[in-house]
């Protein structure tokens, strides 16, 4: 039976970055492949010039995630003055500045950017084969002591809590995913929640027992639904070529509904 690391991320905003269309950044409800590579590869201190090692990480990488608390989603309008002298370093660890002509710096740069306000999301994985470098317990002890600062999808979404949980043992990402819940519910250890989510109705942690959304890879056993409702398998585009530098490809992931215990114990009276 494999062992999974169990992610909280507890954070006043999380952004899982979808596809950005003209000027809107929409977000998923679930992270992504190449988010949580991404996540991994700060913690492990991976630059972007690795790009063979984060395609490789990506691939090992086997996760599901629950939405334990749902927040509410959120857009923030934003703007910015930019100007034809404007330079800055590329990931390419190139100076770049800005072309156009003088009427393109006229008006401000407008976009808008989503986020979910308040949610907890419940993230478990395993590297497959598990003996290769780097493994469960160097990834382990990386989120531990992390090389650079982890967010919740976007820089500027500051995790409230440290992220790492703890380990599950599980034969699947849909039972790790149970079994992290169940371990929130009964405050064990790094899994115990503030006590600000107990006590918080309907976004915080409820007080009865009741399904929470959830997604995992494609293949394995239902779980557990609502009245009326139904699983749903689909393709979704979530890996990123490093090397590249671009999204593409797609994977086969189901969502559907899994147990959440009751009102778990706070870590405050």
Not at 123 to 132: G, I, N, S
Request: proline share 8%; net charge neutral; with cysteine.
């Amino acid at each position: 039976m494999p062992d999974h690391l169990v992610l909280l991320l507890d954070a006043p905003l999380c952004a899982f970055g979808g596809d950005i269309i003209d000027a809107y950044g929409v977000v998923r409800d679930f992270p992504g492949r190449s988010t949580v590579t991404g996540l991994l590869a700060n913690a492990l201190g991976y630059d972007r010039a690795d790009g063979v090692r984060l395609d490789r990480l990506q691939a090992r990488l086997v996760l599901g995630s629950a939405r334990a608390a749902e927040g509410r989603r959120v857009r923030d309008f934003q703007t910015a003055r930019l100007g034809a002298g404007d330079r800055g370093w590329t990931t390419r660890g190139r100076i770049e500045g800005r072309s156009g002509g003088a009427a393109t710096y006229d008006s401000p740069h407008i976009r808008y950017r989503d986020a979910d306000a308040d949610a907890l999301v419940l993230v478990a994985f395993r590297l497959d084969p598990p003996e290769e470098s780097p493994t469960l317990a160097e990834v382990e002890h990386a989120l531990d002591r992390p090389e650079r600062p982890l967010f919740a999808g976007r820089k500027p979404c500051l995790p409230s809590r440290p992220l790492l949980a703890g380990r599950v043992a599980a034969d699947d990402v849909r039972t790790a995913l149970e079994r992290g819940l169940a371990a929130c519910a009964a405050g064990e250890g790094r899994f115990r929640l503030h006590s600000s989510r107990a006590r918080r109705e309907p976004d915080g942690w409820p007080r009865s027992a009741r399904p929470v959304r959830a997604q995992w890879p494609a293949g394995l056993e239902p779980g557990d639904l609502e009245p009326g409702e139904r699983e749903r398998r689909q393709e979704i585009c979530d890996e990123r070529d490093w090397v590249v530098g671009v999204h593409g490809g797609s994977r086969g992931v189901t969502e559907g509904r899994l147990s959440l215990p009751a009102q778990p114990r706070g870590d405050m009276p």
